[in-house]
Every structure is written in structure tokens, then in C-alpha cells.
């Protein structure tokens, strides 16, 4: 009879269990837990914000009194790690829809509970209270469902927006004591589906040391032939730690037997959000004005002693644009090839996180250089769909997806003179996109002409 009511009202999801790494406490843990000891008992948990960005659980406990009869206890209190730490409450003396009253008075503090989990789908529960009826004890619980369309990795990225702007950062690690040779950086990377963070260093004498972040010891940097690599990830991939801590704003330090080797300093990675976009363009600007003004200086400097203004003037103009060009182009290269190709490979890998479908259109006839492709991707913290048409007269096209009519194409022509359009939907929504309430999945794909069908395709389910 174990949770038989619960399974009468209830289609179980197990979570994926995160690695046996310790694991922090997101909001992909709350959904309803069971106590597999005990009779159709359990908890019913939510985690949430609060308003200066701390995050608090709240937990309801539904279990029996004494007389065999339901009884709830309410518990609020702060998450840390992969604890949760509860003030325990109980309400008494109220009726079946009873009249709201004012204040608390039916509500008193019975006691305490303490949840730590060992992954995404156990834990332990013990508890403490004055009340006779309740007592002490603990108690194993086990997750029965999760939030619809969410992933439990046990790692930071579990409470990542999901409009968050994909940020790229280093810092170097420099050596901590002037005997120290050697060097190192800190990268983090963060986008919507995934957040990863890396201590390398080169150099250093080979062997064990250990990586602070924050005066925390967070794992090791084994050193072989010069050079060590360790690379944390969340959600966690083969041959990388989960990632449940967040070292932007931290100090960064690499420790051997001898103390520190290499430390961040006063440099930080910073809170802030930036797009690759941004980094790039601010690479290109700090590139650009720092050259130009060190060499407008310099020359200008070495010109007046010997030249003319005028000499002074020319050799100014002449090495400020050059360098100013140069910097420009090679930095921006640099960084969009870079970024460009850090993306492809994250986008690449991120394989097990979601499912792409994309089919091309089939012409109908009615304009025969018509073509066009539809185009699926459902990832954990996303799903997008869009058709593309090209080579179509200008003007607005009807899209339907299973008979249903979802938006409209509307095609033009762009630079290189060719006609195209583009329908994009989005769930959540963005800027530019219409919301995706439908899924396209073993549907006919339409895009008609008033009401000839010029482009159709039946878009498969997988």
C-alpha cells in the first residue's frame, strides 16, 4: 500500500541523478518527495527567490497525528549547498474553509528539520521538535516528481535563466611567491543550457595541489610535465567535475604543500552578463584607443624634436590610423574566430542536452524555383521552430502546421537580390519571435499562396 494515493493521483518522473559528486540545491528540486520507510508520507517542495536574490525553501510535510488522522507541518528556511535548514510550523484549531483571520495566531513554531541531498533524486530528512506528538528522528526521501520539462544536474547551471546573455571571461593566475615559477588562467563560461568554469596552468613543478576558490578547496590540479588542466561543468559531462559553486567575484588561488603557487590577486570574473558580441567589440575598442594614443604619443614625441609640425602632424595621423586599422582588424578577427569556434564545439557537444530536426520543403508546382527548410531544436531550457522559404515572388505567405494556421511568411528581398522569408517561433519567447504554443512534431508543414499550397513537407517526429 506504500503511496498508494499518491500513485492514484500521480504519473511518476524520476529526475536524471546527477554524479556521485556532492550536489547544490536548485530549483529543479522542487516536486513532491517521498519517505519510502513510511506509509503515504512525504514532502511537498518549492524553491524559491527572494527579493534580495537569496534563495529559501518551503516545505509542507504531510504525515498523521496521533489519531490516525492527516496532519500537515509547514517548513520555511534558507538553502546552502545541498542543505535546506527549516523552521517547522503547525496549524491547529482551524475548520473546513474556514474564514480568513487576521495575524497568525493558529499558526505556532513546533520544531526544526534539516534535508541534505545526496543527488537530484535522495536524501535525508531529520527532525526535532518540543511536541510530544512529534519527537525526533530521520527519515531517507526519494523524489516522485519533478517540474514539467526540467533536468535536474545537481549543478549551478540548473539555475541559470533561461534569457541569459552567453558570457565568456579569463583571468590569469599569476605566481603567488617569487620563487614560484610558472603561470595559469581561470575561464568561465556561461550560456543558457550549460555553465562551465577551468584552472590551467603551465609551468609549474609537476604534482598534486589543490584549487581555492574563495578560500574553499574545490579540487585538484594534477601537474604532469609541466603542465595540469581541471575543468569543472554543469550539468556534468564525462571527464569533468560538476560544477556547483560559482566563482565570479571570488579569489582564485592554486595551493601545494608550501601554501599558494598562483593566485588570481585583485582580479575578479565578473558578475556581469556580457554576449560574445560584447566582448569582442570591447576587445576592439580597448585595442584600438590604446594603441592609438600610444603610438600618436610616441611619435609624435620623437617627430618634434627633429621635424617640423607639420612632419609632426603627418607621422601623428599615419601611425595612429595604421596601428588603429591593424588592432582593429586583428583583434576582431581574433576574438570572432575564437568565439565563434568555442561556440561551434559547445553547440556541438551539447548533443545529450536536447534534438534537432530540420527538412527541406517539397515545391508544389505553382512557383517552381520555390524552395525552403523547417527546422526543430528542443533543448532543456528551450524549444524553437522556424521555416525559411526563398526564391519566391515578394509579399506575405501563410504558414500551417497540421491544418492550423500559426503566422505569417513574409518574404522580400534582400542585399544580394534574392527574395526570402523567415517564420521563428520560441518557447519562452524572445524579442523577434512569436511564441511557440504548438509542437510541429508529425505534423504537415504548409506555406500557401492565398489558397494554393506553393511549399508543403510532413515534418517527422524525430
Same mark, same amino acid.
Given at each position: 500500500?506504500?503511496?498508494?494515493?499518491?500513485?492514484?493521483?500521480?504519473?511518476?518522473?524520476?529526475?536524471?541523478?546527477?554524479?556521485?559528486? &556532492?550536489?547544490?540545491?536548485?530549483?529543479?528540486?522542487?516536486?513532491?518527495?517521498?519517505?519510502?520507510?513510511?506509509?503515504?508520507?512525504?514532502?511537498?517542495?518549492?524553491?524559491?527567490?527572494?527579493?534580495?536574490?537569496?534563495?529559501?525553501?518551503?516545505?509542507?510535510?504531510?504525515?498523521?497525528?496521533?489519531?490516525?488522522?492527516?496532519?500537515?507541518? *509547514?517548513?520555511? !528556511?534558507?538553502?546552502?549547498?545541498?542543505?535546506?535548514?527549516?523552521?517547522?510550523?503547525?496549524?491547529? @484549531?482551524?475548520?473546513?474553509?474556514?474564514?480568513?483571520?487576521?495575524?497568525?495566531?493558529?499558526?505556532?513554531?513546533?520544531?526544526?528539520?534539516?534535508?541534505?541531498?545526496?543527488?537530484?533524486?535522495? !536524501?535525508?530528512?531529520?527532525?526535532?521538535?518540543?511536541?510530544?506528538?512529534?519527537?525526533?528522528?530521520?527519515?531517507?526521501?526519494?523524489?516522485?516528481?519533478?517540474?514539467?520539462?526540467?533536468?535536474?544536474?545537481?549543478? /549551478?547551471?540548473?539555475?541559470?535563466?533561461?534569457?541569459? *546573455?552567453?558570457? @565568456?571571461?579569463?583571468?590569469?593566475?599569476?605566481?603567488?611567491?617569487?620563487?614560484?615559477?610558472?603561470?595559469?588562467?581561470?575561464?568561465?563560461?556561461?550560456?543558457?543550457?550549460?555553465?562551465?568554469?577551468?584552472?590551467?596552468?603551465?609551468?609549474?613543478?609537476?604534482?598534486?595541489?589543490?584549487?581555492?576558490?574563495?578560500?574553499?578547496?574545490?579540487?585538484?590540479?594534477?601537474?604532469?610535465?609541466?603542465?595540469?588542466?581541471?575543468?569543472?561543468?554543469?550539468?556534468?559531462?564525462?571527464?569533468?567535475?560538476?560544477?556547483?559553486?560559482?566563482?565570479?567575484?571570488?579569489?582564485?588561488?592554486?595551493?601545494?604543500?608550501?601554501?599558494?603557487?598562483?593566485?588570481?590577486?585583485?582580479?575578479?570574473?565578473?558578475? &556581469?552578463?556580457?554576449? @560574445?558580441?560584447?566582448?569582442?567589440?570591447?576587445?576592439?575598442?580597448?585595442?584600438?584607443?590604446?594603441?592609438?594614443?600610444?603610438?600618436?604619443?610616441?611619435?609624435?614625441?620623437?617627430?618634434?624634436?627633429?621635424?617640423?609640425?607639420?612632419?609632426?602632424?603627418?607621422?601623428?595621423?599615419?601611425?595612429?590610423?595604421?596601428?588603429?586599422?591593424?588592432?582593429?582588424?586583428?583583434?576582431?578577427?581574433?576574438?570572432?574566430?575564437? @568565439?565563434?569556434?568555442?561556440?561551434?564545439?559547445?553547440?556541438?557537444?551539447?548533443?545529450?542536452?536536447?534534438?534537432?530536426?530540420?527538412?527541406?520543403?517539397?515545391?508544389?508546382?505553382?512557383?517552381?524555383?520555390?524552395?525552403?527548410?523547417?527546422?526543430?531544436?528542443?533543448? &532543456?531550457?528551450?524549444?524553437?521552430?522556424?521555416?525559411?522559404?526563398?526564391?519566391?515572388?515578394?509579399?506575405?505567405?501563410? *504558414?500551417?502546421?497540421?491544418?492550423?494556421?500559426?503566422?505569417?511568411?513574409?518574404?522580400?528581398?534582400?542585399?544580394?537580390?534574392?527574395?526570402?522569408?523567415?517564420?521563428?517561433?520560441?518557447?519562452?519567447?524572445?524579442?523577434?519571435?512569436?511564441?511557440?504554443?504548438?509542437?510541429?512534431?508529425?505534423?504537415?508543414?504548409?506555406?500557401?499562396?492565398?489558397?494554393?499550397? /506553393?511549399?508543403?513537407?510532413?515534418?517527422?517526429?524525430?
Amino acid at each position: 500500500m506504500k503511496i498508494r494515493l499518491l500513485t492514484i493521483a500521480l504519473a511518476f518522473s524520476l529526475s536524471a541523478s546527477a554524479a556521485a559528486e &556532492d550536489v547544490i540545491v536548485t530549483r529543479h528540486f522542487s516536486g513532491i518527495w517521498n519517505q519510502p520507510e513510511q506509509e503515504s508520507q512525504g514532502l511537498i517542495l518549492q524553491v524559491v527567490n527572494q527579493g534580495d536574490g537569496s534563495r529559501k525553501a518551503v516545505a509542507y510535510w504531510f504525515t498523521y497525528a496521533d489519531d490516525r488522522e492527516s496532519s500537515w507541518l *509547514l517548513g520555511v !528556511g534558507p538553502v546552502e549547498a545541498n542543505h535546506i535548514q527549516l523552521d517547522l510550523f503547525r496549524a491547529s @484549531d482551524v475548520g473546513f474553509l474556514e474564514d480568513d483571520h487576521p495575524g497568525n495566531a493558529n499558526v505556532i513554531q513546533v520544531g526544526s528539520m534539516d534535508i541534505e541531498f545526496s543527488s537530484c533524486d535522495d !536524501g535525508t530528512v531529520s527532525f526535532s521538535s518540543s511536541d510530544s506528538d512529534i519527537g525526533s528522528g530521520d527519515f531517507p526521501i526519494s523524489r516522485i516528481t519533478s517540474i514539467l520539462n526540467t533536468k535536474c544536474s545537481g549543478g /549551478i547551471s540548473d539555475d541559470t535563466p533561461s534569457d541569459v *546573455l552567453p558570457s @565568456d571571461q579569463r583571468i590569469s593566475l599569476m605566481p603567488a611567491r617569487q620563487e614560484v615559477t610558472g603561470s595559469g588562467h581561470a575561464d568561465f563560461k556561461q550560456q543558457p543550457d550549460r555553465t562551465e568554469f577551468s584552472v590551467e596552468s603551465e609551468n609549474l613543478a609537476d604534482g598534486r595541489y589543490r584549487i581555492l576558490v574563495g578560500d574553499v578547496d574545490r579540487g585538484e590540479l594534477v601537474v604532469s610535465a609541466g603542465h595540469g588542466q581541471t575543468e569543472f561543468r554543469s550539468p556534468g559531462e564525462s571527464g569533468k567535475i560538476l560544477l556547483t559553486f560559482d566563482p565570479r567575484g571570488q579569489a582564485i588561488e592554486v595551493s601545494g604543500k608550501q601554501g599558494a603557487v598562483l593566485t588570481s590577486g585583485d582580479a575578479e570574473l565578473s558578475d &556581469d552578463d556580457a554576449t @560574445d558580441d560584447d566582448a569582442t567589440d570591447e576587445d576592439t575598442d580597448e585595442d584600438t584607443d590604446e594603441d592609438t594614443d600610444e603610438d600618436t604619443d610616441e611619435d609624435t614625441d620623437e617627430d618634434t624634436d627633429e621635424d617640423t609640425d607639420d612632419d609632426t602632424d603627418e607621422d601623428t595621423d599615419e601611425d595612429t590610423d595604421e596601428d588603429t586599422d591593424d588592432d582593429t582588424d586583428e583583434d576582431t578577427d581574433e576574438d570572432t574566430d575564437e @568565439d565563434t569556434d568555442d561556440d561551434t564545439d559547445d553547440d556541438t557537444d551539447s548533443d545529450d542536452n536536447g534534438s534537432e530536426i530540420e527538412v527541406d520543403l517539397t515545391n508544389a508546382g505553382v512557383f517552381p524555383e520555390a524552395s525552403g527548410d523547417a527546422n526543430f531544436e528542443a533543448r &532543456d531550457d528551450r524549444t524553437e521552430f522556424s521555416v525559411e522559404i526563398e526564391d519566391v515572388p515578394a509579399g506575405n505567405y501563410d *504558414l500551417k502546421v497540421g491544418g492550423t494556421s500559426v503566422g505569417d511568411i513574409h518574404a522580400t528581398m534582400d542585399e544580394d537580390g534574392k527574395v526570402r522569408g523567415e517564420a521563428e517561433f520560441r518557447d519562452p519567447v524572445e524579442p523577434g519571435k512569436t511564441l511557440l504554443d504548438f509542437d510541429p512534431r508529425g505534423q504537415t508543414i504548409e506555406v500557401l499562396d492565398g489558397s494554393d499550397v /506553393i511549399l508543403d513537407v510532413a515534418f517527422p517526429l524525430s
